[in-house]
């Protein structure tokens, strides 16, 4: 039961108005935001697909963002690649017409000072940086220069030139995620890049005996391989051969050794796991050093790297030695063009699905911009019709409310 006064009309009428203000800004909301739904009391359901339709709409931004970043990455690699090969080309035929025996030793010397600068040519390419100052060859050292030059003497030439190209960089690559779980490779390792031939590495230690002493691994290229006590050498081969790396081992028929050979033109990486000297033990590496120029002593290791082909050439111009020119030289600048059109090959395909995934993922954002627009959009033709339904209603009800505030109890008791 209400009691009657003057304020009670007053008082509905103010209450009536609040309600009536309230749902008019939240329509008026709505409209300016295109959206149904202005909190979450809305529509709890729809609000959550919402939610979960953005956050997925944000990863797929970021996922192109990366996308094309990486194809940017990928023509400045393929440029440098390029550079190179036509470079090596032009090596390759010095080193025909230097084979031909129609030269005299002076010529050879004229022809070794050009091969040079091409070798100082291929160095700077091999050390080049991206426009974000990367290193485009050091694998995950993002800012280490991956090839060092040593430089020394040389019969026949007058100032000193490289006589050794060392890698600095890392066998890893980076990897930048494209979708949800998916990553694509970023960079290059300049050891695979700019190499001529498959590595070998011969022990002098006779292995038949050896006896893996305690649980430990080892890493071969990269890939840690886990060993038992117990293991014997021959078990030491077969879990080599079945890690997936791209080593092939195998016992020297004559010295007994264990012997390891990539699977395709790299440089090899061989580490002893944490505590274990294995491979140190087997006499393949120097105990306590890093990779990759930590092999021991004894070890004989045969292919090697683009740089040293060039450099073999150049030193062989300047003696004037042909036989050497026209057989292994010239068969390892065939192997480095080789190589270099493979990695280059190899980058026009991680360019190609970088173009597939760009388009894939265009594809799913508009696919999820229409899933989120169902849960949220607005009915923009019913929300303004509603609105000036609402709009003239509050008009009449404060034109009503104009005439009743002149009225009071006492005008009900006359």
């Known amino acids: ?29 709505r409209v300016a935001n295109q959206s149904a739904i202005s909190g979450l009391r809305d529509d709890p359901l729809a609000a959550g697909h919402s939610v979960r339709y953005k956050s997925y709409l944000a990863r797929l931004e970021r996922f192109d963002r990366n996308v094309q970043t990486l194809s940017d990455r990928f023509k400045i690699t393929e440029g440098y690649m390029s550079s190179s090969m036509e470079v090596l080309q032009r090596v390759r035929e010095l080193a025909v017409s230097g084979a031909n025996g129609t030269y005299t030793r002076e010529d050879l010397g004229n022809m070794a ?29 993002s800012h280490t220069e991956p090839f060092e030059a040593v430089y020394g003497s040389v019969n026949g ?66 890939v840690d391989i886990p060993l038992a006590a117990g293991d014997t050498v021959y078990a030491v081969i ?45 006499g393949l590496i120097r105990e306590g050093q890093r990779p990759p120029y930590n092999t021991a002593d004894s070890v004989r290791v ?48 991680r360019y190609e699905r970088a173009e597939a995934v760009s388009a894939r993922l265009a594809v799913q954002t508009l696919n999820t911009q229409a899933a989120d627009s169902r849960e ?5 033709t019913k929300a303004v019709t509603d609105l000036k339904m609402l709009e003239y209603a509050h008009q009449a009800a404060l034109s009503t409310a104009g005439k009743l505030y002149t009225d009071t109890l006492l005008n009900y008791l006359r």
Do not use: C
């Open 1 to 29: 039961m209400q009691r009657i006064s003057s304020n009670l009309p007053f008082q509905d009428l103010q209450y009536a108005l609040r309600r009536q203000e309230a749902e008019l800004n939240t329509r008026n909301g």
């Open 113 to 141: 000072a050009e091969v040079d600068e091409l070798l100082k040519e291929l160095l700077v390419n091999g050390n080049a940086s991206g426009p974000d100052g990367v290193r485009v060859f050091s694998g995950s050292k």
């Open 157 to 222: 030439a007058g100032n000193p030139v490289v006589r050794e190209v060392r890698y600095n960089g890392s066998l890893g690559e980076k990897r930048v995620e494209v979708d949800e779980g998916a990553f694509l490779e970023a960079d290059y390792a300049g050891n695979r890049t700019f190499w001529a031939e498959p590595q070998t590495l011969f022990s002098q230690v006779d292995a038949t005996g050896y006896v893996v002493p305690a649980d430990t691994s080892i890493v071969v290229d990269g």
């Open 238 to 282: 077969a879990k080599i051969n079945a890690s997936g790396a791209a080593v092939k081992a195998g016992l020297d028929p004559v010295t007994n050794g264990l012997n390891l050979t990539t699977t395709d033109t790299r440089q090899l990486w061989l580490q002893d796991g944490a505590g274990g000297s294995v491979l140190s033990s087997l």
């Open 302 to 349: 045969s292919g090697g790297s683009l740089f040293d082909a060039v450099i073999s050439l150049r030193d062989a111009m300047y003696s004037g030695d042909q036989e050497a020119i026209g057989g292994r030289i010239l068969g390892a600048l065939d192997g480095a063009v080789d190589n270099l059109s493979a990695r280059m090959a190899e980058l026009g395909s």
């Open 376 to 380: 949220v959009d607005l009915d923009f």
